[in-house]
């Protein structure tokens, strides 16, 4: 059974550990909805559990939802890669004449129309790169003449279909409309640096690609973001008079803008956690979330999208508290800077335990994340920017208008002191 609850932000309360400040959360409010679970039953497959390890989900722009969960069938168990909507691959099943398994830390990207691209192991033949049910590569296949081997890393898809997965002698990009390529080879040259590794490459639908690359010029460990022709962000470049440091993470719009999850540190030689672009900082010390005092950015996940919304899991120091992502702090979902949920905060009836930074947001600014309770279990959530009717929308504005007229009536400086919560079920 499914369940949705809105939460409306109003003004400054209390809420598990949440708070939030009166007119100052720049995010509209969102209706939070479990849609996946164990006793689930997808496609005639029961979820059974899921794992405890930091698994990608991924959202299309119809808000269809990928993850991984352990499922059961006749055709057998396993960690199984599916949808709210549809089972892929997984429990035995056959695709493609193959049928491919899941081990640790799996991987997936799901583009806006709701293909679902995934890397899978072929027992007792090779690694290989999935299109929904299609196999598309696997250790061995020659691309512009060079043998493929070592599959791996996370994949990435645009709405074209495209694929770009990392794999030897470098990255790889898959097209199901036209002949696949190697996008970059060790020892390419760019922007004057010599090419010496590679991570994550990423794709938006105009089909640019980005990537971290090693550059054999700088220090081996310090990663560059990186498209086949210049060195988009490196160490040392500077950004609103913020010094990069270390990039931990990289993405890009589709509009053509990178992204990166970094260190820095300011003029006053202060470090930091930031977000940034090329030319400015999306998220950084300067900013205020309400209802967290001096947040910092927990784990590398972050996501930036083309009108300016951005997410992140954030955390303030708890000290003592266990259970949560991180030991020590509590943390919560950022969505451009307001919390969405918190660790500690009473969900569907349980309180949340754990907040993973394994969330994915589309370009409606939809997002779909994972929680685990303080019972041990978890779900797979979605969250959708509430839209009230014309209805409520007319009450919402006549109870503004009486709080505003009662304040000025009673006190000028008077607290706004309640969060209305609506639940639907």
């Not at 694929?163 to 696949?180: D, E, Q």
């Not at 009473?346 to 309180?351: A, G, L, R, S, Y």
């Amino acid at each position: 059974m499914k369940y949705a609850i809105t939460m409306l932000l109003v003004c400054v309360g209390m809420f598990g550990a949440v708070a939030f400040s009166c007119g100052s959360a720049q995010a509209a409010p969102y209706t939070l909805e479990i849609v996946a679970q164990a006793g689930d039953i997808i496609d005639g497959r029961l979820i059974t559990g899921f794992s405890s390890e930091v698994i990608r989900v991924g959202i299309s722009d119809d808000r269809e939802v990928a993850f991984f969960a352990f499922a059961a069938s006749a055709e057998g168990t396993g960690l199984s890669l599916m949808t709210q909507r549809r089972f892929i691959a997984g429990a035995g099943k056959v695709v493609d004449g193959w049928v491919p398994q899941f081990g640790s830390e799996p991987s997936l990207a799901i583009n806006g129309l709701g293909d679902v691209a995934y890397k899978a192991t072929i027992p007792n033949v090779a690694r290989g790169v999935f299109l929904n049910q299609k196999l598309l590569l696997m250790d061995g296949d020659e691309i512009d003449g060079r043998e493929i081997s070592a599959v791996q890393d996370s994949p990435d898809i645009n709405d074209a279909g495209t694929v770009v997965v990392l794999a030897r002698p470098g990255p790889v990009k898959l097209s199901i409309n036209g002949p696949s390529e190697i996008i970059v080879e060790h020892g390419t040259v760019v922007d004057g640096f010599t090419v010496d590794g590679f991570i994550q490459p990423r794709i938006n639908n105009a089909g640019d690609v980005v990537f971290y690359g090693a550059l054999e010029e700088l220090p081996r460990a310090d990663f560059s973001v990186l498209s086949t022709d210049r060195v988009i962000l490196k160490l040392g470049d500077v950004i609103e008079d913020m010094t990069i440091t270390q990039i931990r993470s990289h993405g890009i719009t589709e509009s053509g803008e990178v992204f990166v999850k970094m260190d820095g540190t300011d003029i006053n030689g202060e470090r930091n956690d930031y977000i940034a672009t090329e030319n400015r900082i999306v998220y950084g010390p300067d900013h205020i979330v309400p209802g967290a005092t001096d947040p910092v950015i927990a784990g590398h996940s972050v996501v930036v999208n083309s009108d300016g919304r951005f997410a992140f899991l954030g955390a303030v120091e708890a000290p003592g508290r266990s259970g949560g992502f991180k030991s020590g702090f509590r943390g919560f979902l950022v969505v451009s800077d307001a919390i969405l949920i918190s660790e500690g905060d009473i969900f569907e009836d349980k309180v949340v335990s754990a907040v993973y930074p394994n969330f994915d947001m589309n370009e409606h600014g939809d997002i779909a994340f994972r929680v685990v309770f303080e019972d041990g279990s978890q779900a797979v959530v979605l969250a959708t920017p509430f839209v009230p009717e014309p209805s409520s929308l007319v009450l919402a504005a006549m109870g503004v208008v009486f709080l505003l007229t009662r304040r000025s009536i009673q006190s000028p400086v008077r607290e706004c002191t309640t969060r209305n919560e609506e639940v639907m079920r």
